[in-house]
């Protein structure tokens, strides 16, 4: 099965056509889902793609394009399905190895990291086995910091290859943190997850406001637990997690002020009333049509 030959597809009206080469499967059932699950990612993959090029297609794009978005939303309900997993079943090679590259984990690569981003999910594979440490204790942190109101859900994992199935958190076509929301709701958000951090003896070491802290207004989450520590020593923990508040607060401080200064900037005073920049692009939007209108007269 495939979305070039044996998928007929005009729009919303699609069909699947020409099974000579099926199989039934006599092996047990979780081979079979697993290789039907594995399957229908390259299908959803391919189908992403494919609706990228429909887009530049001016007439049909509409149409299509919502067909191929829906069916790569679904790719969520897939990873989530909770009486069966697609990760568990060591004889197949791992997920990530599978997925088209090009498409979903073109770019998206970290240090020490291979990460495939989808609309609500993120798989996150730790490649070094040398590095399996790390990817026992980010896993590990996903157990302690598990309240979703500032951290991601982990939804599934593979020991084996070292991937983690993660909650996508962050806005969709969304270019960099937008701190739209006033200072004391940041302050409260921050205070919140370091009472988090002190009762689990976490020491976050590399958070952040800027790469680990995601932020669009008053949706805000942290990522990425990888280099964070647990101390032992008490007093010394609180006294660091204290000081690392401290500074993170201040850039808070920082940005919300400067959101705000950018913000005022975008607006222009014309005859004596405030109007915004769309304001204004509407403005010479209609006046272009009504110079053309006038030129067709």
Same mark, same amino acid.
Not at 85 to 102: E, G, M, S
Not at 193 to 221: H, K, M, S, Y
């Given at each position: 099965?495939?979305? +070039?030959?044996?998928?007929?597809?005009?729009g919303?009206?699609?069909? /699947?056509?020409?099974?000579?080469? @099926?199989?039934?499967?006599?092996?047990?059932?979780?081979?079979l889902?697993? $290789?039907?699950? =594995? *399957?229908?990612?390259? *299908?959803?993959?391919?189908?992403?793609?494919?609706?990228?090029s429909?887009?530049?297609?001016?007439?049909?794009?509409?149409?299509?394009? $919502?067909? !191929?978005?829906? !069916?790569?939303?679904?790719?969520?309900? =897939?990873?989530?399905?909770?009486?069966?997993?697609? *990760?568990?079943?060591?004889?197949?090679? +791992?997920? =990530?190895?599978?997925?088209?590259?090009?498409? %979903?984990?073109?770019g998206?690569?970290?240090?020490?990291? $291979?990460? +495939? /981003?989808?609309?609500?999910?993120?798989?996150?594979?730790?490649?070094?086995?040398?590095?399996?440490?790390?990817?026992?204790?980010?896993k590990?942190?996903f157990?302690l910091?598990?309240?979703?109101? @500032?951290?991601?859900?982990?939804?599934?994992?593979?020991?084996?290859?070292?991937?983690?199935?993660?909650?996508?958190?962050?806005?969709?076509?969304?270019?960099?943190?937008?701190?739209? !929301?006033?200072?004391? @709701?940041y302050?409260?958000? @921050?205070?919140?997850?370091?009472?988090?951090?002190?009762?689990?003896?976490?020491?976050?070491?590399?958070?952040?406001? +800027?790469?680990?802290?995601?932020?669009?207004?008053?949706?805000?989450?942290?990522?990425?637990?990888?280099?964070? /520590?647990?101390?032992?020593?008490?007093?010394?923990?609180?006294?660091?997690n204290?000081?690392?508040?401290?500074?993170?607060?201040?850039?808070?401080?920082?940005?919300?002020?400067?959101?705000?200064?950018?913000?005022?900037k975008?607006?222009? /005073?014309?005859?004596?009333?405030?109007?915004?920049?769309?304001?204004?692009?509407?403005?010479?939007?209609? %006046?272009?049509?009504?110079? !053309?209108?006038?030129?067709?007269q």
């Open positions: 099965l495939n979305t +070039c030959c044996n998928t007929i597809v005009n919303e009206q699609i069909r /699947v056509i020409d099974f000579c080469r @099926y199989q039934i499967m006599k092996k047990n059932a979780t081979e889902i697993e $290789k039907n699950k =594995i *399957l229908r990612l390259n *299908l959803l993959s391919k189908l992403r793609k494919e609706k990228e429909v887009n530049n297609i001016e007439n049909d794009a509409s149409k299509e394009g $919502k067909l !191929a978005a829906s !069916a790569t939303n679904n790719l969520t309900d =897939i990873l989530q399905e909770s009486n069966e997993t697609i *990760l568990v079943n060591k004889t197949n090679p +791992c997920l =990530i190895d599978l997925i088209d590259k090009a498409d %979903m984990c073109s998206n690569d970290r240090p020490g990291a $291979k990460v +495939c /981003v989808f609309p609500n999910v993120i798989i996150k594979q730790i490649p070094d086995p040398l590095k399996h440490k790390n990817y026992v204790q980010e590990n942190f157990g910091l598990n309240d979703t109101r @500032y951290f991601p859900k982990l939804y599934d994992y593979d020991d084996r290859c070292r991937t983690m199935l993660i909650e996508n958190v962050q806005a969709v076509q969304r270019q960099g943190n937008v701190w739209s !929301a006033s200072y004391s @709701y302050e409260d958000f @921050y205070t919140s997850i370091f009472e988090i951090f002190n009762a689990n003896n976490i020491w976050p070491n590399d958070l952040n406001t +800027c790469c680990n802290t995601l932020v669009n207004g008053e949706q805000i989450r942290v990522i990425d637990f990888g280099k964070y /520590v647990i101390r032992k020593k008490r007093e010394s923990l609180l006294e660091q204290k000081e690392l508040l401290s500074d993170l607060l201040s850039e808070v401080k920082q940005r919300v002020e400067k959101h705000q200064k950018n913000n005022n975008k607006k222009r /005073v014309i005859w004596g009333e405030d109007i915004t920049i769309t304001d204004l692009k509407n403005l010479r939007k209609k %006046m272009k049509e009504k110079s !053309a209108m006038s030129v067709r």
